[in-house]
Protein backbone atom coordinates (compact mmCIF):
# COMPACT_ATOMS: atom_id res chain seq x y z
CA UNK A 1 0.00 0.00 0.00
CA UNK A 2 1.37 3.12 -0.94
CA UNK A 3 2.59 5.87 2.00
CA UNK A 4 3.69 9.02 2.39
CA UNK A 5 7.30 9.82 3.51
CA UNK A 6 7.69 11.85 6.37
CA UNK A 7 10.26 13.06 8.72
CA UNK A 8 11.60 11.79 12.01
CA UNK A 9 12.68 13.91 14.98
CA UNK A 10 16.51 13.94 13.75
CA UNK A 11 15.63 15.20 10.70
CA UNK A 12 15.79 12.05 8.64
CA UNK A 13 13.19 10.75 5.90
CA UNK A 14 11.36 8.13 7.44
CA UNK A 15 10.14 6.22 3.71
CA UNK A 16 7.58 3.63 3.20
CA UNK A 17 8.28 0.65 0.93
CA UNK A 18 5.53 2.12 -1.46
CA UNK A 19 6.13 5.92 -1.38
CA UNK A 20 4.26 8.64 -3.39
CA UNK A 21 6.85 11.11 -4.70
CA UNK A 22 5.84 13.89 -6.80
CA UNK A 23 6.85 14.47 -10.90
CA UNK A 24 7.15 17.33 -11.72
CA UNK A 25 7.80 16.46 -15.78
CA UNK A 26 8.61 19.35 -16.89
CA UNK A 27 9.01 21.76 -20.04
CA UNK A 28 10.69 21.34 -23.42
CA UNK A 29 12.60 17.69 -23.56
CA UNK A 30 11.29 17.56 -19.96
CA UNK A 31 9.00 14.30 -21.37
CA UNK A 32 11.42 13.29 -23.27
CA UNK A 33 14.26 12.35 -20.26
CA UNK A 34 11.01 11.46 -18.13
CA UNK A 35 10.45 8.34 -20.45
CA UNK A 36 13.66 7.38 -20.47
CA UNK A 37 14.22 8.02 -16.78
CA UNK A 38 11.22 6.13 -14.61
CA UNK A 39 12.07 2.70 -16.44
CA UNK A 40 15.16 2.64 -14.84
CA UNK A 41 14.04 3.91 -11.17
CA UNK A 42 11.21 1.18 -11.34
CA UNK A 43 13.80 -1.42 -12.00
CA UNK A 44 15.93 -0.26 -9.53
CA UNK A 45 13.69 -0.17 -6.91
CA UNK A 46 11.93 -3.46 -7.93
CA UNK A 47 15.27 -5.21 -8.22
CA UNK A 48 16.89 -4.03 -4.59
CA UNK A 49 13.41 -5.13 -2.87
CA UNK A 50 11.41 -1.69 -2.15
CA UNK A 51 8.28 -0.20 -3.93
CA UNK A 52 6.73 0.03 -6.42
CA UNK A 53 6.92 3.99 -6.29
CA UNK A 54 3.50 5.38 -6.76
CA UNK A 55 4.54 8.41 -9.13
CA UNK A 56 1.78 11.57 -8.84
CA UNK A 57 1.81 14.19 -11.59
CA UNK A 58 1.73 17.69 -10.59
CA UNK A 59 1.79 20.77 -13.04
CA UNK A 60 4.64 23.59 -13.04
CA UNK A 61 5.90 25.44 -16.13
CA UNK A 62 4.02 25.67 -19.43
CA UNK A 63 1.75 22.55 -18.82
CA UNK A 64 0.27 24.29 -15.58
CA UNK A 65 0.13 27.68 -17.87
CA UNK A 66 -2.20 25.44 -19.95
CA UNK A 67 -4.58 23.70 -17.58
CA UNK A 68 -4.34 26.55 -14.76
CA UNK A 69 -3.60 29.56 -16.27
CA UNK A 70 -0.59 29.74 -13.06
CA UNK A 71 2.94 28.65 -14.07
CA UNK A 72 3.60 27.19 -10.64
CA UNK A 73 0.01 26.53 -9.19
CA UNK A 74 -0.89 26.43 -5.27
CA UNK A 75 -1.74 23.05 -5.36
CA UNK A 76 1.75 21.89 -7.04
CA UNK A 77 3.47 23.60 -4.03
CA UNK A 78 1.11 21.87 -1.50
CA UNK A 79 1.95 18.35 -2.84
CA UNK A 80 5.54 19.27 -2.71
CA UNK A 81 5.18 19.65 0.66
CA UNK A 82 3.12 17.16 1.32
CA UNK A 83 5.14 14.44 0.30
CA UNK A 84 8.29 16.07 1.42
CA UNK A 85 10.56 13.80 -1.64
CA UNK A 86 9.75 15.30 -5.58
CA UNK A 87 11.29 14.71 -8.66
CA UNK A 88 11.33 17.45 -11.52
CA UNK A 89 12.27 17.97 -14.98
CA UNK A 90 13.97 21.28 -16.36
CA UNK A 91 10.70 24.41 -16.34
CA UNK A 92 11.01 27.12 -18.85
CA UNK A 93 11.08 30.33 -17.22
CA UNK A 94 8.62 32.85 -18.32
CA UNK A 95 9.80 35.70 -21.02
CA UNK A 96 8.61 39.02 -20.66
CA UNK A 97 7.25 39.25 -17.33
CA UNK A 98 5.75 36.91 -14.55
CA UNK A 99 8.00 34.30 -11.99
CA UNK A 100 11.97 35.78 -12.81
CA UNK A 101 12.70 31.62 -12.55
CA UNK A 102 10.12 28.99 -11.72
CA UNK A 103 13.22 26.46 -10.22
CA UNK A 104 14.16 29.82 -7.99
CA UNK A 105 10.43 30.31 -7.31
CA UNK A 106 10.36 26.38 -5.43
CA UNK A 107 13.50 27.11 -3.98
CA UNK A 108 12.25 30.16 -2.26
CA UNK A 109 8.23 29.38 -1.50
CA UNK A 110 9.55 25.84 0.27
CA UNK A 111 12.57 27.21 1.83
CA UNK A 112 14.73 25.17 -0.06
CA UNK A 113 18.08 26.92 0.70
CA UNK A 114 20.56 23.98 -0.17
CA UNK A 115 21.41 23.38 -3.48
CA UNK A 116 23.22 19.78 -3.31
CA UNK A 117 25.40 18.88 -6.69
CA UNK A 118 27.39 15.48 -6.46
CA UNK A 119 30.11 15.67 -9.27
CA UNK A 120 31.92 12.57 -10.02
CA UNK A 121 33.28 11.46 -12.96
CA UNK A 122 31.94 8.20 -14.66
CA UNK A 123 34.96 6.36 -16.30
CA UNK A 124 34.36 6.31 -20.62
CA UNK A 125 32.50 9.54 -20.34
CA UNK A 126 34.41 12.32 -22.27
CA UNK A 127 36.00 15.13 -20.72
CA UNK A 128 38.14 18.15 -21.41
CA UNK A 129 40.80 17.24 -18.68
CA UNK A 130 43.21 14.89 -18.61
CA UNK A 131 42.22 13.02 -15.93
CA UNK A 132 38.86 13.51 -15.03
CA UNK A 133 39.03 10.15 -12.92
CA UNK A 134 40.08 12.60 -9.79
CA UNK A 135 36.75 14.24 -9.57
CA UNK A 136 34.79 13.07 -6.55
CA UNK A 137 32.77 16.06 -4.91
CA UNK A 138 29.88 17.04 -3.90
CA UNK A 139 29.09 21.36 -3.52
CA UNK A 140 26.33 22.61 -0.96
CA UNK A 141 25.42 25.73 -1.81
CA UNK A 142 23.21 28.35 -0.21
CA UNK A 143 20.06 29.15 -2.30
CA UNK A 144 18.26 31.80 -0.61
CA UNK A 145 20.55 34.38 -0.23
CA UNK A 146 23.33 36.82 -1.90
CA UNK A 147 22.18 37.13 -5.29
CA UNK A 148 19.31 35.19 -5.54
CA UNK A 149 17.74 37.78 -2.49
CA UNK A 150 16.84 39.35 -5.57
CA UNK A 151 17.16 42.56 -4.09
CA UNK A 152 18.02 45.10 -7.31
CA UNK A 153 17.15 47.74 -8.90
CA UNK A 154 17.43 49.10 -12.43
CA UNK A 155 19.59 52.05 -13.83
CA UNK A 156 17.66 55.34 -13.76
CA UNK A 157 14.58 53.96 -11.49
CA UNK A 158 13.48 56.41 -8.67
CA UNK A 159 14.36 52.71 -6.49
CA UNK A 160 17.40 52.92 -7.68
CA UNK A 161 18.41 56.63 -7.42
CA UNK A 162 17.31 56.53 -3.75
CA UNK A 163 19.34 54.25 -2.73
CA UNK A 164 22.24 55.52 -4.16
CA UNK A 165 21.53 58.89 -2.58
CA UNK A 166 20.82 56.95 0.58
CA UNK A 167 24.28 55.01 0.96
CA UNK A 168 25.68 58.45 -0.62
CA UNK A 169 24.73 60.99 2.14
CA UNK A 170 24.72 57.90 4.80
CA UNK A 171 28.02 56.76 4.50
CA UNK A 172 29.56 58.30 1.74
CA UNK A 173 29.74 55.91 -0.90
CA UNK A 174 30.67 56.99 -4.25
CA UNK A 175 28.80 55.47 -7.12
CA UNK A 176 28.50 56.55 -10.27
CA UNK A 177 24.82 58.25 -10.70
CA UNK A 178 22.48 56.15 -13.53
CA UNK A 179 24.28 52.89 -12.06
CA UNK A 180 21.86 49.79 -11.39
CA UNK A 181 22.14 48.87 -7.93
CA UNK A 182 21.94 45.34 -6.18
CA UNK A 183 22.03 44.61 -2.15
CA UNK A 184 23.96 40.96 -1.25
CA UNK A 185 22.49 39.96 1.67
CA UNK A 186 23.98 37.44 3.62
CA UNK A 187 23.40 36.31 7.32
CA UNK A 188 24.67 34.43 10.05
CA UNK A 189 21.83 32.14 10.17
CA UNK A 190 21.34 31.53 6.34
CA UNK A 191 24.95 30.85 6.33
CA UNK A 192 25.22 28.37 9.04
CA UNK A 193 22.52 26.29 8.17
CA UNK A 194 24.04 25.49 5.31
CA UNK A 195 27.29 25.14 6.33
CA UNK A 196 25.89 22.70 8.77
CA UNK A 197 24.00 20.49 6.00
CA UNK A 198 27.01 20.40 4.43
CA UNK A 199 29.10 19.41 7.46
CA UNK A 200 26.90 16.81 8.47
CA UNK A 201 27.20 15.19 5.33
CA UNK A 202 31.03 15.04 5.23
CA UNK A 203 31.03 13.33 8.79
CA UNK A 204 27.91 11.12 7.75
CA UNK A 205 29.54 9.63 4.81
CA UNK A 206 33.43 9.92 6.59
CA UNK A 207 34.54 12.13 3.87
CA UNK A 208 38.10 13.70 4.89
CA UNK A 209 37.42 17.26 4.13
CA UNK A 210 35.20 20.36 3.68
CA UNK A 211 35.99 23.38 2.34
CA UNK A 212 34.43 27.22 2.66
CA UNK A 213 34.68 28.66 -0.98
CA UNK A 214 34.28 32.23 -0.34
CA UNK A 215 35.45 36.07 -1.97
CA UNK A 216 36.15 37.17 1.67
CA UNK A 217 39.32 38.82 0.49
CA UNK A 218 37.44 41.71 -1.09
CA UNK A 219 33.84 41.41 0.57
CA UNK A 220 34.82 40.67 3.81
CA UNK A 221 31.80 41.57 5.52
CA UNK A 222 29.36 39.30 3.46
CA UNK A 223 31.43 36.24 2.21
CA UNK A 224 33.94 37.07 4.66
CA UNK A 225 31.70 36.50 7.42
CA UNK A 226 30.49 33.27 5.46
CA UNK A 227 34.11 32.05 6.17
CA UNK A 228 34.19 33.27 9.63
CA UNK A 229 30.85 31.43 11.04
CA UNK A 230 31.58 28.61 9.01
CA UNK A 231 34.86 27.97 11.49
CA UNK A 232 33.05 29.25 14.38
CA UNK A 233 29.90 26.57 13.61
CA UNK A 234 33.02 23.70 13.35
CA UNK A 235 34.29 24.74 16.57
CA UNK A 236 30.87 25.31 18.41
CA UNK A 237 28.71 22.82 16.88
CA UNK A 238 31.18 19.94 16.19
CA UNK A 239 34.01 20.18 17.89
CA UNK A 240 36.16 16.69 18.43
CA UNK A 241 34.70 15.95 15.16
CA UNK A 242 36.43 18.82 13.03
CA UNK A 243 39.48 20.18 13.18
CA UNK A 244 40.83 23.71 11.12
CA UNK A 245 43.40 22.81 8.08
CA UNK A 246 46.05 24.97 9.90
CA UNK A 247 46.14 22.59 12.65
CA UNK A 248 45.45 19.04 11.46
CA UNK A 249 48.00 16.89 10.89
CA UNK A 250 49.55 14.35 8.56
CA UNK A 251 46.95 11.13 8.79
CA UNK A 252 44.48 13.06 11.14
CA UNK A 253 41.08 11.59 10.92
CA UNK A 254 39.24 14.22 11.64
CA UNK A 255 37.09 16.00 9.21
CA UNK A 256 39.50 18.80 8.09
CA UNK A 257 37.75 22.16 7.45
CA UNK A 258 40.25 23.99 5.16
CA UNK A 259 38.78 27.72 3.31
CA UNK A 260 39.93 28.40 -0.32
CA UNK A 261 39.04 31.95 -2.00
CA UNK A 262 36.81 31.48 -4.85
CA UNK A 263 39.14 32.31 -7.84
CA UNK A 264 41.69 29.86 -6.43
CA UNK A 265 38.93 27.34 -5.72
CA UNK A 266 38.56 27.21 -9.68
CA UNK A 267 42.01 26.73 -10.60
CA UNK A 268 42.03 23.99 -7.54
CA UNK A 269 39.46 21.93 -8.97
CA UNK A 270 41.69 21.75 -12.13
CA UNK A 271 44.80 20.99 -10.73
CA UNK A 272 44.29 19.37 -7.47
CA UNK A 273 40.68 17.61 -7.38
CA UNK A 274 41.22 15.13 -5.39
CA UNK A 275 42.27 17.24 -2.80
CA UNK A 276 38.70 18.09 -1.99
CA UNK A 277 35.65 16.17 -1.00
CA UNK A 278 32.40 18.44 -0.06
CA UNK A 279 32.68 22.25 -1.24
CA UNK A 280 29.87 24.95 1.00
CA UNK A 281 29.80 28.18 -1.01
CA UNK A 282 27.19 30.94 -1.18
CA UNK A 283 25.05 31.22 -4.11
CA UNK A 284 26.79 33.06 -6.68
CA UNK A 285 30.23 30.84 -6.16
CA UNK A 286 28.40 27.48 -5.98
CA UNK A 287 26.15 28.46 -9.59
CA UNK A 288 29.73 29.09 -11.47
CA UNK A 289 31.52 26.21 -9.76
CA UNK A 290 28.81 23.86 -10.17
CA UNK A 291 28.94 23.84 -14.10
CA UNK A 292 32.64 24.62 -14.26
CA UNK A 293 32.97 20.78 -12.82
CA UNK A 294 29.98 19.38 -14.91
CA UNK A 295 32.13 20.24 -17.56
CA UNK A 296 34.89 18.41 -16.14
CA UNK A 297 32.42 15.26 -15.93
CA UNK A 298 30.66 15.63 -19.39
CA UNK A 299 28.41 18.37 -19.12
CA UNK A 300 25.30 19.10 -17.63
CA UNK A 301 23.74 16.17 -18.85
CA UNK A 302 25.74 14.36 -16.64
CA UNK A 303 25.06 16.39 -13.17
CA UNK A 304 22.75 15.67 -11.02
CA UNK A 305 21.13 17.64 -8.20
CA UNK A 306 19.09 18.91 -5.58
CA UNK A 307 17.38 21.24 -3.94
CA UNK A 308 17.18 20.58 0.32
CA UNK A 309 15.39 22.05 3.37
CA UNK A 310 14.61 20.77 6.52
CA UNK A 311 12.59 18.15 5.73
CA UNK A 312 11.74 18.85 2.13
CA UNK A 313 13.76 17.27 -1.04
CA UNK A 314 13.17 18.37 -4.70
CA UNK A 315 15.87 16.67 -6.81
CA UNK A 316 16.28 17.77 -10.32
CA UNK A 317 18.09 17.97 -13.95
CA UNK A 318 20.52 20.69 -13.40
CA UNK A 319 20.19 21.58 -17.14
CA UNK A 320 17.28 23.70 -19.22
CA UNK A 321 14.72 22.46 -21.09
CA UNK A 322 16.17 22.41 -24.70
CA UNK A 323 13.22 23.27 -26.56
CA UNK A 324 14.76 23.17 -30.22
CA UNK A 325 14.77 19.36 -29.26
CA UNK A 326 11.57 18.67 -27.14
CA UNK A 327 9.94 15.83 -28.81
CA UNK A 328 12.85 14.87 -31.08
CA UNK A 329 13.78 11.43 -28.56
CA UNK A 330 17.59 12.65 -28.78
CA UNK A 331 18.92 14.44 -25.94
CA UNK A 332 20.92 13.04 -22.91
CA UNK A 333 18.81 12.05 -19.82
CA UNK A 334 21.64 11.36 -17.44
CA UNK A 335 20.95 14.39 -15.43
CA UNK A 336 17.49 13.34 -14.31
CA UNK A 337 18.41 9.55 -13.65
CA UNK A 338 21.46 10.45 -11.89
CA UNK A 339 19.22 12.87 -10.17
CA UNK A 340 16.46 9.95 -9.56
CA UNK A 341 19.68 7.68 -8.37
CA UNK A 342 20.64 10.35 -5.92
CA UNK A 343 16.94 10.84 -4.76
CA UNK A 344 16.89 6.92 -3.83
CA UNK A 345 20.14 6.99 -1.41
CA UNK A 346 18.63 10.20 0.07
CA UNK A 347 15.47 7.99 0.71
CA UNK A 348 17.78 5.50 2.19
CA UNK A 349 17.37 3.13 -0.73
CA UNK A 350 21.01 2.68 -1.31
CA UNK A 351 21.07 -0.53 -2.64
CA UNK A 352 18.69 1.00 -5.69
CA UNK A 353 20.77 3.70 -6.21
CA UNK A 354 23.96 1.51 -6.37
CA UNK A 355 22.10 -0.74 -9.33
CA UNK A 356 21.13 2.73 -11.08
CA UNK A 357 24.51 4.35 -11.31
CA UNK A 358 26.25 1.12 -12.07
CA UNK A 359 23.98 0.42 -14.83
CA UNK A 360 24.58 3.89 -16.40
CA UNK A 361 28.42 3.35 -16.36
CA UNK A 362 28.37 0.13 -17.97
CA UNK A 363 25.73 1.58 -20.88
CA UNK A 364 28.54 4.48 -21.04
CA UNK A 365 31.53 1.93 -21.02
CA UNK A 366 29.39 0.23 -23.86
CA UNK A 367 29.64 3.38 -25.56
CA UNK A 368 26.24 3.18 -26.26
CA UNK A 369 25.16 6.96 -25.73
CA UNK A 370 23.35 10.11 -27.01
CA UNK A 371 24.89 12.70 -29.40
CA UNK A 372 26.42 14.70 -26.74
CA UNK A 373 28.50 12.41 -25.86
CA UNK A 374 28.92 10.63 -29.02
CA UNK A 375 30.36 13.79 -31.28
CA UNK A 376 32.93 13.44 -28.56
CA UNK A 377 33.95 9.90 -29.42
CA UNK A 378 35.54 9.22 -32.26
CA UNK A 379 33.56 6.40 -34.38
CA UNK A 380 30.95 6.62 -31.63
CA UNK A 381 27.15 6.31 -33.40
CA UNK A 382 24.93 8.22 -31.34
CA UNK A 383 21.07 6.76 -29.46
CA UNK A 384 17.93 8.32 -29.00
CA UNK A 385 16.99 9.39 -25.55
CA UNK A 386 14.80 6.17 -25.53
CA UNK A 387 17.30 3.69 -26.82
CA UNK A 388 19.88 4.88 -23.94
CA UNK A 389 16.98 4.28 -21.46
CA UNK A 390 16.40 0.77 -22.67
CA UNK A 391 20.07 -0.08 -22.39
CA UNK A 392 20.83 1.32 -18.80
CA UNK A 393 17.49 -0.85 -18.19
CA UNK A 394 18.97 -4.09 -19.35
CA UNK A 395 22.02 -3.56 -17.03
CA UNK A 396 19.75 -3.00 -14.30
Same mark, same amino acid.
Given at each position: ?? =? ?29 ? !? ?7 ? =???? &? ?23 ? #????? #?? @? ?6 ? #? ?39 ? +? ?23 ? !?? $? =?? +? ?23 ? #? ?7 ? &? ?8 ? $? ?31 ? $? ?64 ? =? ?19 ? @? ?25 ? !? ?47
Amino acid at each position: MS =GIITVGPEGQFIVPESPIIPIIVGDGIGPDI !WRATRPILD =GAAA &KSGHGPIEWLEVAAGQKAMDETGEY #LPQTT #LD @ALRKYRVS #LKGPLGTPVGGGIRSLNVAIRKELDLYACIRPVKYIPGTPS +PVRQPEKINMVIFRENTEDVYAGLE !WP $A =GS +PEADELISFVSQKFGACIRPGSSVG #LKPMSEFGS &KRLIRMAMKW $ALDKKLPNLTLVHKGNIMKFTEGFFRAWGYELA $ADEFGPQTVPESEADAGDKRLIIKDRIADNMFMQTLLRPDEYSVLAMPNLNGDYLSDALAAQIGGL =GMAPGANVGDGLAVFEATHGT @APKYAGCDMVNPCSLILSGAFMLEFMG !WNDAAKLVYQAVAKTIASKIVTYDLARQMDGVAPVATSAFGAAVVERL
